[in-house]
């Protein structure tokens, strides 16, 4: 199995840029239906797989079949992927209508925010939205995330474009031709 969709975030882009490839390469065949979708950012490497259909058992009950019977092959490729890409791993599979995530990282990020900001924070822990300010940060991140996917799918392929042409851009030797 190899070609796994990936998405790669993160101020430097380019260190995990391989990893859908050389993850899907390690995958065991007939793990996934297909190629697993990779997401990588500067914490962690995400890998979901769509699970085969079975006759029997809920969706659900797939899932959980296929993280018990899978664990240790998957704590192996994750621990030579943490040693490669210098990220942590987490898996999750997907079954119809229903997937889920086995391990992933909550990773904490400082931010300064002004008064406004801070009120739009209490407001969401003091109506009960939320339980703290992180966790209504969270929830507010999460909302423009659901809200602006296209607007954010944009904004990476423009990112995308620009280290395509600084990758290419004057720090390259210029071809010159016989009259210079």
């Not at 192996?76 to 890409?85: F, G, L, S, W």
């Not at 607007?151 to 720090?171: D, T």
Request: charged share 35%; hydrophobic share 35%; net charge neutral.
């Amino acid at each position: 199995m190899s070609g796994a969709r990936g998405r790669v975030y993160g101020r430097d882009r380019r260190e995990g840029q391989d990893a859908s490839d050389w993850l899907a390469a390690r995958i065991p065949a007939g793990w996934f239906t297909g190629p697993p979708e990779v997401v990588v950012d500067r914490d962690e490497i995400t890998v979901i797989g769509e699970l085969a259909p079975e006759p029997d058992g809920t969706d659900a009950d797939r899932i959980r079949r296929f993280r018990e019977r899978t664990r240790d092959e998957r704590i192996m490729i994750a621990t030579e992927a943490e040693h490669r890409y210098g990220r942590k791993v987490a898996w999750g599979a997907a079954s119809g209508d229903t997937s889920e995530l086995f391990t992933v990282l909550s990773v904490p990020v400082m931010t300064r925010l002004r008064q406004r900001e801070r009120q739009v924070l209490d407001t969401l822990v003091d109506s009960g939205v939320a339980r703290s300010r992180s966790e209504a940060l969270a929830w507010c991140v999460r909302l423009v995330g659901d809200n602006a996917d296209i607007w954010l799918r944009q904004l990476r392929e423009a990112m995308e474009h620009v280290e395509k042409i600084r990758a290419e851009g004057p720090g390259r030797p210029i071809a010159r031709g016989s009259d210079g």
